[in-house]
């Protein structure tokens, strides 16, 4: 095994959710209709288990409440394993399009039933498809009300469904009108050719697998070395199967769902070999002395 480039313990987190609740076929897939769908998440999720054990990684397993109230014996493999539980919500539905009071009982049901399974606080959330921005930081102060203390929904980039560029690229503090939440980025990477200048998404989901996979390696090392910042790496189960079936949808949303789905798990693999990992919040608890933002009136500052 090749020695990973610094001591560094990034995050390795997996949203748990199944190939027909991602929002790339909302339009044309209904909620009311998901129990219809040949599931798969499971044995998915168990080939992750699977490669966690080979390289000896743990992990942080965003769970979807619809899925943990069906296959609850997963959600329980997954915390006898020593991986962390945390919470996707419950009905992976966009956080500025469900507003407070949904959103506010989304979360404390999946939070319920994930403890309740586990045995164990639920600490952690990802909100469905990033979708805590500009439009939705009042969830912030939701998320500390109902017990989370850390929070991993806000990408600091563009992007036509989540984003919000400006906000800080590494783990931070929040200041909200109820207390404060630890927030984790999902990792991106400063590309500069010539004038040109952007902030791009790195290391998750379909950056995994749409980047040449040196880019992606380059790029978190670059990460580790020379920001000396810790990152996260996201994966969904419904990545590892090129076999899934075929939904209907825009080529876009086709596009960004199907490509090189075969080369997930050897590129997985790859960065569990290269890198340090464990879950995202023992990355949390290790990190001191982290900046402290105030989000209020929707806008980032750094707090004095």
């Not at 790339?24 to 288990?49: G, K």
């Not at 498809?129 to 969830?139: H, R």
């Not at 600091?156 to 906000?167: E, S």
């Not at 090392?221 to 994966?235: A, I």
Request: hydrophobic content about 40%; overall charge positive.
């Amino acid at each position: 095994m090749r020695r990973a480039p610094t001591t560094i313990i990034n995050a390795l987190t997996v949203d748990v959710e199944d190939y027909f609740h991602v929002q790339a076929f909302a339009d044309v897939i209904s909620p009311h209709t998901w129990a219809d769908f040949d599931s798969r998440v499971e044995d998915n999720t168990r080939r992750i288990l699977d490669l966690l054990a080979t390289h000896g990684r743990k992990a942080t397993f965003f769970v979807l409440g619809w899925e943990a109230q069906r296959r609850p014996e997963l959600v329980r493999l997954i915390a006898a394993s020593g991986h962390e539980v945390a919470c996707h919500g419950f009905g992976h539905q966009l956080v500025y399009n469900i507003g407070p009071k949904a959103f506010r009982e989304d979360v404390a049901r999946a939070k319920s039933l994930l403890e309740d399974l586990t045995g164990h606080p639920v600490t952690g959330y990802r909100a469905p498809s990033y979708s805590i921005t500009v439009k939705s930081l009042w969830a912030v102060d939701i998320l500390i009300e109902t017990g989370f203390t850390y929070d991993s929904s806000i990408v600091p980039a563009r992007h036509d469904i989540y984003g919000m560029p400006g906000a800080p690229r590494f783990p931070y503090r929040i200041e909200g009108e109820s207390g404060v939440l630890t927030e984790f980025p999902p990792s991106t990477m400063r590309l500069a050719i010539g004038p040109f200048r952007a902030t791009l998404p790195i290391g998750g989901g379909g950056y995994l697998r749409l980047y040449p996979f040196g880019v992606t390696r380059w790029g978190l090392r670059d990460l580790n070395k020379r920001e000396g910042k810790p990152f996260s790496v996201y994966v969904h189960p419904w990545e590892l199967d090129p076999g899934q079936p075929k939904l209907a949808g825009r080529p876009r949303s086709r596009f960004r769902h199907y490509i090189n789905l075969r080369h997930t798990e050897a590129r997985l693999g790859a960065l569990l070999q290269d890198f340090h990992f464990g879950t995202m919040r023992d990355v949390i608890s290790s990190l001191a002395d982290l900046p402290m933002h105030d989000m209020r009136g929707g806008r980032f500052k750094e707090a004095v």
